[in-house]
């Protein structure tokens, strides 16, 4: 098969990748409930009672699941309904045959990003600025993607720099969700909902299924010889994990009661 079939081909994959987000998106919207989840600040005070300062936690704000769960299916929608335009498919094609995708690192910078933000959140880290080094940590994680194939299109080994920083910025999030989620089982029962005890564990290996799908891509082991093999794996895991997370979400906390 050409690479033109090929292409034919990614250009419905694409499609229909992008219409099974778009429908879960306008589902989880509409039968969301209400559910809210607090995003709080602990400022320095002082404390006239003791004549010192401290921290006081106060609530920023109250952020609503089903709306933001909608967000990063929708995000991913886009993406994919983006790239199969006339005109803007030739650029995709045309970067995919010099082994890049920048509108995968793009829209993972945004989708990846809130979705940790939403597991964060779920596990009770609720800090204001902790979710912004999150959300800023895994975006890097995923320009650190994009840098990774844009430097190797002209080294004649593989670097793999830019892969090991990314590595780095990406598992910073989860250990930071890992100790307040432990945390809040050994220093309290029932404060954690049960239905993240199978988020937890199964984006995490989502999330680095993707660092496993690029490695497998440069070492060119079996169909990852491919790079077309490898865009598709992405494609792929990115509805899966997507998917999980949002109707782990729905069947914990957001269906209707």
């Not at 593989?158 to 090991?164: A, F, G, L």
Request: hydrophobic share 50%.
């Amino acid at each position: 098969m050409s690479y033109q079939d090929h292409f034919g081909r990614l250009r419905l994959y694409n499609g229909f990748m992008g219409l099974l987000h778009l429908i879960q998106a306008g589902a989880v919207f509409v039968l969301s409930n209400d559910f809210t989840i607090p995003i709080t600040t602990s400022l320095v005070r002082y404390m006239p009672e003791t004549d010192k300062l401290g921290p006081v936690t106060e609530n920023y704000a109250d952020l609503p699941l089903g709306p933001m769960v909608a967000i990063f299916l929708l995000l991913s929608a886009i993406a994919h309904f983006t790239v199969i335009l006339p005109g803007v498919f030739g650029w995709y094609t045309g970067n995919l045959g010099k082994g890049i995708n920048y509108a995968r690192w793009f829209e993972y910078s945004l989708s990846a990003s809130l979705m940790i933000v939403l597991i964060g959140m779920l596990c009770g880290l609720y800090d204001l600025a902790a979710l912004i080094m999150a959300f800023v940590l895994t975006a890097v994680m995923n320009l650190c993607g994009l840098m990774m194939e844009l430097h190797n299109q002209v080294t004649e080994k593989t670097n793999w720099t830019s892969y090991t920083i990314g590595c780095i910025a990406g598992i910073t999030p989860w250990i930071a969700i890992g100790i307040y989620f432990f945390g809040s089982l050994i220093t309290a029962e029932n404060v954690v909902p049960k239905f993240v005890y199978v988020i937890l564990p199964t984006l995490f290996v989502f999330f680095f299924s993707f660092a496993l799908n690029m490695l497998l891509q440069y070492k060119k082991i079996g169909p990852w010889r491919d790079y077309l093999f490898g865009e598709r794996m992405y494609v792929l895991l990115s509805l899966v994990a997507k998917s999980a997370l949002a109707w782990q979400v729905f069947a914990g906390t957001l269906r209707p009661v």
